[in-house]
C-alpha cells in the first residue's frame, strides 16, 4: 500500500485482493493448462491421462479442436505464480533454479474465430494478442492488481478497482485528480465570469 499527497489531494494506492480472473473476460485464446497443485487457465474436460506428452496434447489441439495458432505456456512456481508464453530459460533471477519452472499447457485460436477479430490480418495479430492475454493472466497470478482512493481533508473524493499493474493503477489515479482540478478552475472561472456579469 501507498499513500501520497498530489496536488492538494491525498492518494492511497492498495492491492485489490478480490479482483477479477481475467480468463473470466470475452477471451479469443484459449488456455488448456494441466498442474497437479493449481487450476489454472480455461475450464476444460480434458484428463491430462489423455496424453503421452506435450506433444501429443498439441496434436490434439491442432487436429481434434482446429486451432491455428498454438503457443507453449510456461509456469514458474517460487514463492508466488508466473505464467508466460515460452520458456522462462535465462529469465530467472539469480540464485533461482530452473526446476521452479516447466511447461504447464497452451494457449490457442482456431482460424475461424481469430478470422473473426481480425479478418485477413488474423496470421499477423493473433500471437501478439494471446501473449497479451497470457500477460493479464500473469499480472493476476502475480496479485498485481490495484486500486486507488482518492481523498481532500478526509473526504472520500474517487475511488476504482481493478486496474492491471501497479504504475498503470498510479497514473489512472493522478489523471483523475488532473480532471478534478481542471474541472475546479472551469467551474471557478465561470463563476468568476457569471459574477462579473452581475455586477456590470
Known amino acids: 500500500m501507498e499513500k501520497y499527497d498530489y496536488k492538494g489531494y491525498q492518494i492511497k494506492i492498495e492491492q485489490d485482493c478480490d479482483a477479477e480472473n481475467p480468463r ?14 493449481y487450476n489454472l487457465g480455461d ?52 540464485g533461482h533454479a530452473e526446476f521452479d519452472s516447466g511447461q504447464v499447457g497452451f494457449i490457442y485460436v482456431t482460424e475461424k474465430k481469430a478470422r473473426i477479430e481480425w479478418g485477413n490480418e488474423w496470421k499477423e495479430k493473433s500471437e501478439a494478442y494471446l501473449a497479451g492475454e497470457v500477460k493479464d493472466y500473469d499480472t493476476y497470478l502475480r496479485g498485481d492488481v490495484w486500486g486507488y482512493v482518492i ?40 463563476q468568476l465570469e457569471l459574477n462579473f456579469k452581475g455586477e456590470a
Open 43 to 94: 475450464k476444460h474436460n480434458l484428463i491430462s491421462s489423455q496424453f503421452n506428452g506435450w506433444n501429443e496434447l498439441h496434436e490434439y489441439i491442432v487436429e481434434v479442436l482446429k486451432a491455428a495458432i498454438v503457443l507453449p505456456l510456461f509456469l514458474y512456481d517460487h514463492s508466488g505464480l508466473r505464467i508466460k508464453v515460452g520458456s522462462f530459460q535465462g529469465l530467472l533471477p539469480q
Open 24 to 37: 473470466e473476460w470475452d477471451n479469443v485464446g484459449t488456455i488448456i493448462c494441466f498442474h497437479g497443485r
Open 151 to 190: 481523498t481532500k481533508d478526509e473526504e472520500n473524493i474517487d475511488s476504482c478497482w481493478g486496474h492491471y499493474g501497479y504504475k498503470y493503477c498510479k497514473g489512472e489515479a493522478e489523471l483523475i485528480v488532473d480532471d478534478i482540478i481542471k474541472q475546479e478552475l472551469k467551474d471557478n472561472g465561470e
